[in-house]
């Protein structure tokens, strides 16, 4: 039998075509050329970043999301998962803080987390993005049961242990799509503030936004959908004070609009909590990572060559590879009993990001759908179960798969989908084959590498 094309739909990575390499090239170029840039770059950077980057970053957010543009809430980081873990060193405690995970989770931030030496629980994701009753109730209970606690770290001048960490990627998520409404947000707010909880957010698909109807171009959507956490949490009533560390930050990353290979991003939040942010161990011992990137990443900016590489080039990408696998599902998979996951985006028909989330009919087991599809079709897809939270049972994906349209070529994504049709077929139909596993979390690692 002759070996199929493998077809990946698990790794979460842009496809190399989208890849900005000739604007990055000119930026490089330009940073490089110039002395007064490349000196700095080359050397050891200020704690909270390249100032230049912290401004063109200031600027551009406040374009695409609103609000005056404010350096000072801008730390430069190395991207989002080097990112959680210093606000993690910083501003939490192994005996005092507690970490909600919205479920299904992004899965890789777990080590993230349990290697800070922190607990996990898991909060379901809800029709609106997040289930408030359930994660009041269990704020209150771990309130309730520990009472005041200890501290591990000694107490410093720049920094303040949260009591609780709430995880969550708010718009178009991952790995579900979903995106959480105002409505959520706001509340969601409210209850951190209540709690004394720090809001992380992944905001780093927010960008990659395109209509779901032929009525809108993708590139004319150059506006947030929803505001972010932190925005509400700068402007909802009672308004904080501006010496406050407040409660929200949100995480940015060139991961998925540069490419993953910059290793630069972003932090914003109060003035206050990005100061203490810049005072991390490793910030204060080396300066802010990526010093040489971010000299780049600037000149990207301030030519708008990055703005216009998202409006022209990889929103419509992503919407026409959005509408192939959407069209070739409700073609061959809903007729077997598959559901698509509910996206959440209320009246704008508007989705975003990377992935399509998918329940398979109820007999229909996920274990044989994952291992023929692998076997038989070389076809690598996510199950469900990868997403629970690492430490906590409670929430559970057991008929979920979830798919990426990012990485393989568009002809290759109609065709996974045929592949998986048949898996479907055959599973439900008592054939199940496949002998090879995807097994635990771990060990899909290879196959996945979507680090943010």
């Known amino acids: 039998m002759t070996l199929k094309k493998p077809i990946n739909l698990l790794r979460g990575w842009p496809n190399p075509s989208l890849l900005p390499t000739p604007a990055i090239l000119r930026a490089a170029q330009s940073a490089l050329s110039d002395p007064s840039i490349s000196t700095p770059g080359l ?159 992944d905001d780093v698909y927010d960008f990659l936004q395109f209509p779901t109807s032929s009525a809108t171009s993708a590139s004319s959507l150059t506006k947030a959908l929803l505001p972010r956490l932190v925005d509400i949490d700068r402007t909802l009533e009672p308004v904080p004070p501006s010496d406050s560390f407040g409660n929200a930050m949100s995480n940015g990353s060139f991961s998925k609009i540069a490419g993953p290979g910059v290793r630069t991003g972003w932090a914003e939040a109060t003035p206050k909590f990005t100061y203490g942010l810049s005072q991390c161990g490793s910030s204060r011992s080396g300066g802010a990572p990526s010093q040489l990137a971010a000299t780049m990443m600037t000149e990207l900016l301030k030519t708008g060559e990055l703005e216009t590489h ?84 409670s929430v559970k994906f057991e008929r979920s798969i979830r798919l990426c349209f990012a990485w393989e070529e568009e002809a290759d994504l109609k065709e996974s989908i045929v592949r998986l049709a048949r898996v479907i077929r055959d599973v439900k139909d008592g054939k199940k084959g496949g002998k090879e596993k995807l097994g635990d979390k771990s060990s899909i690692k290879q196959d996945l590498g979507e680090f943010q």
């Open 310 to 393: 998202i409006q022209t080039v990889l929103c419509p990408a992503y919407k026409a590879r959005y509408d192939l696998m959407i069209t070739s599902i409700q073609t061959l998979l809903v007729p077997l009993g598959v559901e698509i996951g509910e996206v959440s985006f209320g009246e704008k028909a508007v989705f975003g990001g990377y992935f399509i989330w998918l329940e398979m009919p109820d007999n229909a087991n996920i274990e044989s759908i994952t291992d023929l599809a692998k076997s038989q079709e070389n076809l690598i897809v996510a199950p469900g179960h990868i997403f629970e939270v690492s430490t906590d049972s």
């Open 43 to 201: 050397l050891y950077g200020p704690d909270p970043g390249y100032q230049p980057l912290r401004e063109e970053i200031a600027k551009w957010m406040s374009r695409f999301y609103g609000g005056e543009p404010d350096a000072d809430r801008i730390c430069i980081s190395g991207g989002a998962s080097q990112n959680l873990a210093c606000v993690l060193q910083v501003f939490t405690d192994p005996l005092k803080t507690r970490v909600w995970m919205v479920a299904p989770a992004y899965f890789l931030a777990c080590r993230i987390f349990e290697d800070a030496g922190l607990k996990l629980r898991a909060v379901e994701e809800g029709s609106e993005g997040i289930d408030l009753v359930a994660l009041e109730e269990g704020l209150k209970k771990v309130e309730l049961e520990e009472g005041e606690t200890k501290t591990l770290k000694r107490t410093t001048p720049w920094g303040k242990v949260y009591r609780h960490i709430i995880y969550c990627v708010p718009t178009f998520s991952n790995p579900s799509g979903k995106t959480m409404s105002l409505s959520n947000r706001q509340k969601l707010v409210q209850l951190a503030r209540k709690y004394d909880a720090l809001i992380i957010t």
